[in-house]
């Protein structure tokens, strides 16, 4: 990337190590597995169409969203959780910013075993409905 795009991945890395220090309040990195949605909210082009300003229009240009995911894990490594590895359930989408307030949603939880439970059991619920159906 050139020299700019550099100094725009530092600013937000920074900014994104503040806010998850921030969201922390001084507890110490998740050590279990984590569960991850997030929201990546990006410019509008000037020349996209406004008709589709109805507020939820898929990004489908670059950045890809597992660059984007990897910046934002990366900077959350050693705040949020000790090593990216430990996601290991996620939900991630990037999409135009209609109102202005570009950025990331965030929303991480410890994996717990109870969940775990919940997933299995949901899981073997869909795949005997879907053996049903075949």
Same mark, same amino acid.
């Given at each position: 990337?050139t020299a700019e795009s550099r100094k725009r991945m530092s600013i =937000?890395? %920074?900014?994104? &190590?503040?806010?998850?220090?921030? #969201?922390?309040? +001084?507890?110490?990195? $998740?050590? @279990?597995?984590?569960?991850?949605?997030?929201? $990546? &909210?990006?410019?509008?082009p000037a020349t996209t169409i406004r008709k589709y300003q109805w @507020? =939820?229009?898929?990004?489908?240009?670059?950045? %890809?969203? %597992?660059?984007? $995911? &990897?910046?934002?894990? %990366?900077?959350?490594? @050693?705040?949020? =959780? &000790?090593?990216?590895?430990?996601?290991?359930?996620?939900?991630?989408?990037?999409?135009?910013? =209609?109102? @202005?307030?570009? +950025?990331?949603?965030?929303?991480?939880?410890? $994996?717990t075993d109870e969940m775990a439970q919940r997933f299995a059991t949901?899981?073997?619920?869909?795949?005997?409905?879907?053996? #049903?159906? #075949?």
């Open positions: 990337g =937000w890395r %920074d900014d994104v &190590r503040h806010e998850a220090k921030a #969201a922390m309040d +001084g507890r110490p990195p $998740f050590v @279990g597995p984590i569960r991850l949605s997030c929201e $990546f &909210r990006l410019p509008v @507020g =939820w229009l898929c990004h489908t240009k670059k950045p %890809d969203v %597992d660059k984007l $995911f &990897r910046m934002l894990s %990366d900077a959350m490594t @050693g705040i949020v =959780w &000790r090593d990216d590895s430990q996601v290991c359930f996620s939900t991630i989408n990037k999409v135009y910013a =209609w109102n @202005g307030s570009t +950025g990331a949603m965030v929303d991480v939880t410890e $994996f949901t899981a073997e619920q869909l795949r005997a409905g879907i053996e #049903a159906l #075949a």
